[in-house]
């Protein structure tokens, strides 16, 4: 599904996203919401179509980056970089930085609660329309809702749960968090909702890849199974994608970077945010490659990550220089250095679900099929010896660690980095969290501030983000997360 289709119904997503100033904006009592649409099937793939567009937001992609990716180890500040963002860097984070302001993630969620509230109303108006095309763009709302709630929960852990759309004012407030255990449980069972209903196939190669499949819903299910330790799910859903025979590692060769990342929709793509041309383009540019950008590849991007090959017949890893970021520079290059640029997000890619098994598969004692996969991913990126590791089939810290170091080279900047750190380091009611970010912040804070950096993390509820001020302000029933009291 290529975003021309996102444009032509931008005019529908700027009435139902209209705001009124809380993060939880949204009309759908009053107005052409609810008078003018919820008529025909179209309607509904209309506002189906629009939850897709609100997730090319500027400022949702700026959360999803930032959040995944300036707390962990590979990213310094660039000249750019404003208070709030090197507040983060510094691991000084306060409950009035405007980057843990969550508005633009719960409008998407409200997006996709509409669908879910009004849809099914259609059944009565449309006899054209089925029970089944129903259930399927459903299965799309769930689906794209269950994935912004897991980036809430692993950046904030207790946020509201919100599964009516907002009607009113009134309906905002007094609204409390709910465990991230409770949050959790409702992604995994919309998740499995929706694999059940969801499609295969649109027919094209665009729609597969731009929009929610049976296959989307594998992706971030196993993904959710590996945050709650359930090792054995995650493996079970995603054997499901590997042994469907849809996806593919893009092989390596010398415009690999371009079919992945800057032409997008490859075989090895599972949902990715479909920036073109015709819709919308990314906003990367502007915070990343442009004259003073906000961020930078960190030091340890290339001394430890992509460390040079000396040996006598160097060999490159092709997901380093150039394809991730420029270790003269050390601008970050992932995204293209052109403006405009189009290069999609990646929510899933094939890579990420070989990776995750590994990770799931060196915890229930299959250290052997783990090591065999970092092989792979690492023969087709032509890894340098330099950066290869050798632990033993039976340890399995040492091979999280060989995957840890792994994922950093083939999602460099792809907004993962902070979210592998943290489940790692909480794995097993934090077990080796002062061995991991003692080296995150050996890695990436200032040192200045290292010592104050080591003592916060200690606290575990510092690893999570506060709530932004002003929601504490807007809805008294909201208590600030324990760290930020």
Not at 160 to 187: C, G, R, V, Y
Not at 423 to 446: C, D, G, H, M
Request: hydrophobic residues 40%; aromatic residues 12%.
């Amino acid at each position: 599904m290529k975003t021309n289709v996102y444009k032509s119904l931008i005019v529908l997503m700027i009435l139902i996203s209209s705001s009124c100033g809380k993060y939880l904006s949204l009309e759908p009592q009053d107005g052409i919401i609810r008078q003018k649409y919820w008529k025909t099937k179209e309607d509904v793939k209309a506002a189906v179509i629009g939850c897709y567009s609100s997730l090319l937001d500027a400022g949702l992609i700026y959360n999803l980056f930032t959040w995944g990716e300036i707390r962990g180890d590979m990213i310094a500040a660039g000249a750019g970089v404003n208070t709030d963002e090197q507040d983060i860097i510094n691991v000084n984070i306060l409950p009035t930085n405007t980057l843990t302001n969550w508005g633009a993630v719960y409008r998407v969620i409200n997006n996709c609660n509409t669908v879910i509230d009004f849809a099914p109303q259609v059944l009565s108006q449309d006899k054209t329309f089925t029970q089944s095309s129903l259930d399927a763009y459903v299965a799309e709302a769930l689906t794209v809702r269950s994935l912004m709630y897991f980036y809430l929960v692993r950046a904030f852990r207790d946020v509201p749960l919100k599964l009516k759309s907002t009607s009113s004012d009134a309906q905002l407030e007094n609204l409390p968090k709910s465990a991230a255990s409770i949050i959790l449980a409702q992604i995994v069972a919309d998740l499995k909702t929706a694999e059940i209903n969801a499609v295969n196939t649109y027919g094209t190669r665009a729609s597969d890849k731009g929009r929610v499949t049976k296959y989307t819903t594998q992706a971030i299910l196993a993904d959710v199974y590996l945050w709650m330790e359930q090792y054995d799910n995650s493996i079970v859903e995603c054997d499901k994608l590997i042994n469907s025979g849809q996806f593919a590692l893009v092989p390596h060769s010398s415009g690999w970077a371009d079919i992945l990342f800057y032409n997008g929709n490859s075989s090895e793509g599972i949902f990715e945010f479909q920036f073109d041309a015709l819709g919308a383009a990314n906003p990367f540019y502007s915070f990343l490659t442009a004259s003073k950008k906000k961020f930078i590849a960190g030091p340890a991007t290339s001394a430890e990550f992509f460390a040079p090959d000396e040996s006598a017949n160097p060999v490159v890893d092709i997901r380093g220089e150039d394809a991730a970021y420029n270790p003269t520079s050390s601008s970050i290059t992932k995204y293209s250095i052109d403006n405009p640029s189009y290069v999609h997000w990646f929510a899933y890619r094939y890579a990420d679900i070989l990776l995750m098994k590994a990770e799931a598969c060196a915890q229930v004692n299959r250290g052997q099929d783990a090591l065999d996969i970092i092989a792979k991913i690492r023969t087709r990126a032509t890894a340098p010896n330099i950066t290869q590791e050798t632990p033993d089939v039976t340890d399995a810290t040492g091979i999280s660690d060989y995957i840890l170091n792994e994922r950093a080279r083939e999602f460099a900047f792809e907004g993962k980095r902070w979210f592998d750190l943290l489940r790692n380091a909480k794995r097993s009611n934090y077990q080796r969290l002062n061995e991991i970010f003692t080296r995150v912040v050996e890695r990436s804070v200032p040192a200045a501030r290292q010592q104050s950096a080591l003592a916060i993390y200690q606290d575990v509820d510092s690893h999570y983000f506060p709530i932004f001020q002003n929601e504490i302000n807007t809805d008294p029933a909201l208590e600030q997360n324990n760290f930020y009291k």
